[in-house]
């Protein structure tokens, strides 16, 4: 509902979180509370929650790896513990940033190394718990738009996809292939097949 905010950072290795008065409004933010990543990953780039705010998500590069967290109550990071965490480091060296779909049996992966500039796609059997989780053997490159992409989203219905990153200080828009009510969020993309997807 926008009422928080949260910023990840790479001076302090915490994440922040704030509180808006008024939902999307960055101008009613204050700052609430943080919480300290640095014993799992002391070059943080990318962060993620869960759809209730019970789990966190942290991933960067210094670990290559996806740092799970729970929540004893959602979206406040006060009450935040470490849980486990996966490695992606044989597919994305510098993992940049991390998305789930709704209902957290698909991981995407930001391959964040300038050669490689994939979304890496992850499936787990049990939604949202990243130490089930293996990868698929999909991924989509970002290179022809993005040399340094950061960071990434979807839209809510998983036809939308949107990069941003330090080379074309821009954001890029795609639209993605074949997705279904049984796999929302598909990339539709083997072996970086960038045919499966079009950029709009």
Request: aromatic residues 12%; contains cysteine; proline residues 2%.
């Amino acid at each position: 509902d926008g009422t928080k905010l949260f910023v990840l950072g790479q001076n302090q290795d915490n994440v922040d979180e704030y509180a808006l008065s008024t939902g999307f409004d960055l101008s009613t933010a204050s700052f609430t509370d943080s919480f300290d990543i640095s014993t799992q990953e002391f070059d943080a780039n990318g962060l993620a929650f869960n759809n209730d705010g019970t789990k966190m998500y942290v991933t960067g590069w210094a670990g290559d790896d996806i740092n799970e967290y729970t929540l004893t109550t959602g979206f406040d990071v006060s009450t935040a513990s470490f849980v486990d965490s996966f490695s992606v480091q044989s597919e994305s060296p510098r993992p940049s940033a991390v998305q789930f779909d709704s209902d957290g049996t698909k991981m995407y992966v930001l391959d964040g190394v300038d050669a490689g500039m994939s979304i890496h796609e992850y499936t787990l059997t049990t939604g949202f718990d990243v130490s089930t989780a293996s990868y698929l053997g999909k991924s989509f490159s970002v290179a022809n738009e993005e040399s340094r992409a950061r960071g990434f989203c979807f839209s809510t219905d998983g036809t939308k996809m949107f990069v941003c990153g330090f080379t074309g200080d821009d954001i890029n828009e795609y639209t993605v292939n074949g997705p279904t009510i049984n796999t929302p969020y598909n990339t539709g993309v083997t072996n970086n097949d960038a045919t499966n997807n079009t950029i709009t």
